[in-house]
């Protein structure tokens, strides 16, 4: 067991003594080592590394609700590896699923989504007000943002207190709801 392992291990066994101080500075520790990890993981896999965070705290989260689990008697490093690596499995498997699912359309073409040779594709402003009102609430809100107030993505994201690629995606599952009921198709 290394002094690293030994000290962290000591945290948690004081935690459930009651001193949380040295349990939160075993969080702090462990986050950064996790952080890099989780950087490098997404890299490799051609995800954004600017999503580590996200990951880093679902891990910590996930470490924080199972730590009665673990047995003291048995060194802790296996333990924080094994939640570790799959709950970053996890997530980089819904972060990929979820980039699959983006529609890939230009600017132009968002611009013109419910144009067709100058004739609304949805009828009138009040129709489409009726199709933006059947989104779920939060894409609801970026596409209002987005698309009918005119933000940025990065503005979009200060507004609602989101990340900017949770504004993004929001944005694009929205607008293909849209186009679905445009076409018809329901939401």
């Known amino acids: 067991m290394t002094m690293q392992e030994q000290a962290w291990a000591d945290a948690l066994r004081r935690e459930r003594a009651g001193d949380a101080s040295r349990?939160?500075?075993f969080l702090k520790e462990y986050s950064a080592v996790l952080r890099r990890i989780v950087r490098g993981r997404l890299a490799s896999a051609g995800l954004d590394a600017q999503e580590a965070e996200d990951i880093v705290q679902e891990v910590l989260l996930a470490i924080h609700q199972r730590r009665d689990q673990w047995d003291d008697s048995?060194?802790?490093?296996?333990?924080l590896g094994a939640i570790s690596r799959y709950k970053t499995i996890d997530a980089m498997r819904r972060r990929?699923?979820?980039r699959r699912m983006r529609i890939g359309l230009s600017d132009r073409e968002w611009a013109n989504l419910f144009a067709a040779q100058g004739?609304?594709?949805?009828?009138?402003?009040a129709r489409i007000e009726e199709m933006v009102s059947a989104l779920p609430r939060v894409e609801q809100s970026v596409v209002r943002k987005l698309g009918?107030?005119?933000m940025?993505?990065?503005?979009?994201?200060?507004?609602?207190g989101m990340k900017e690629g949770t504004v993004r995606v929001a944005f694009h599952r929205g607008l293909a709801r849209l186009l679905k009921l445009a076409l018809g198709g329901g939401s």
């Open 74 to 79: 048995r060194p802790l490093l296996p333990w």
């Open 23 to 25: 349990y939160a500075g």
């Open 148 to 150: 009918m107030e005119g």
């Open 96 to 98: 990929a699923s979820e």
């Open 119 to 125: 004739e609304p594709a949805v009828g009138s402003p």
């Open 152 to 160: 940025s993505p990065r503005e979009a994201a200060q507004a609602t």
